[in-house]
Structures are given as structure tokens and as C-alpha cells.
């Protein structure tokens, strides 16, 4: 196990990686992130951490790019689901964990899907800031709720309300709630 710490306008960020793969990306701090074991070995220009800080970096600057880093994920198969599923959630728009729910095939399970949102171990490029209240509401993260709001500034997935932005740019309303 390699790992690499990265400077971001949030705090520090902890990259963790193989020789193929990123594992993990973390904020100092946060919840959950994995203490460095001493058999781990600081590569900070291996390619892995090279390529994760430079589009770190641009991400950052506001540059929508795909993230083409390849992850892997460690996690029950609920947990993959769940991450995979965060995937699919668009820049600049935000889904409830209710919705998550249903689209990962288990509607009455959102308690679950909160909680392995909650251990993403791949902040930032695995989007679980972009999971919200069902009345887009901001939500527990665990790099912290002002991490997580300025996350979605940047992505401009926030109203002026502070609430978040569904697709076609409504805010304040309940998730699936007719304008």
C-alpha cells in the first residue's frame, strides 16, 4: 500500500493506492479515514498520485473533466453498489438518499444507503457530496458539512437558498414534489 498527501483549497487531502489503482482519497481528518499503517510507503510522484493530484487540482479550478484514474473499491457489495450508483450522479445535480435507494433496487433500504454513502472511500471523484435530504436539505458528509457545501458551489449544484439543485435547476422542494 502506497499513500501521498495533497494540498486543496478543503485541507489536506490522503491518497491511498496500489501499484494499478486509487483506494482511497480522504480529507485529513475526516471521518473514517484510515490511519497511515507504518508498512505504508509515501510515493507521492508515483503515477496513481501524480495523475489524482493533477485532476484534484483542476477540479478545483471549476474544469469538468472525467475522472480517468482507476478505483477500486473494498467494501461489501451493497457498499459498491451504492458507490457505483454515486457515479452515475451528474456534475451540478444532486439525488436524495431515497432516490439512491430506488436506483440501486433497494427503495425501503435508504438507512443503509446512507450509511455506506457515509463510508465512501473515495471523496470528491466518488460524489457522495452530491447526496442530499429529500427536501435538498444539506446532509451529514463526513469530510464535514462546510466541505461539503462548498463542493457543491463549485459544482453549482446550490441555490442561493443554500438548498440544493435538482436537474432543471429547482431548489427547496421535496425530491420528487411537483413545481
Known amino acids: 500500500m502506497r499513500h501521498a498527501l495533497r ?5 489536506d487531502i490522503l491518497l491511498t493506492f496500489d501499484d494499478d489503482a486509487l483506494l482511497g482519497l480522504y480529507f485529513v ?17 508515483h503515477p496513481v498520485a501524480r495523475q489524482t493530484s493533477d485532476r484534484i487540482e483542476r477540479y478545483f479550478m471549476g474544469i469538468d473533466e472525467p475522472f480517468e484514474v482507476p478505483i477500486v473499491f473494498a467494501g461489501t457489495r451493497f457498499q459498491v453498489a451504492v458507490w457505483r450508483a454515486l457515479l452515475e450522479i451528474p ?3 444532486t439525488v436524495s438518499y431515497a432516490e439512491l435507494a430506488r436506483r440501486i433496487g433497494a427503495p425501503t433500504a435508504v438507512r443503509a444507503v446512507g450509511a455506506a454513502v457515509g463510508r465512501n472511500p473515495v471523496s470528491i471523484f466518488v460524489p457522495c457530496h452530491r447526496v442530499v435530504g429529500s427536501n435538498g436539505a444539506l446532509t451529514g458528509y463526513a469530510g464535514g458539512l462546510p466541505r461539503k457545501k462548498h463542493l457543491l458551489r463549485l459544482e453549482q449544484a446550490l441555490g442561493e437558498d443554500g438548498r440544493a439543485r435538482r436537474a432543471g435547476g429547482q431548489t427547496g422542494l421535496p425530491f420528487g414534489a411537483a413545481a
Not at 7 to 11: C, F
Not at 29 to 45: C, L, N, S, T, V
Request: hydrophobic fraction near 25%; proline fraction near 12%.
Open 7 to 11: 494540498p486543496s483549497p478543503l485541507g
Open 29 to 45: 481528518g475526516q471521518k473514517d479515514q484510515p490511519a497511515i499503517a507504518a508498512h505504508w510507503r509515501e510515493d507521492g510522484q
Open 91 to 93: 456534475r451540478g445535480e
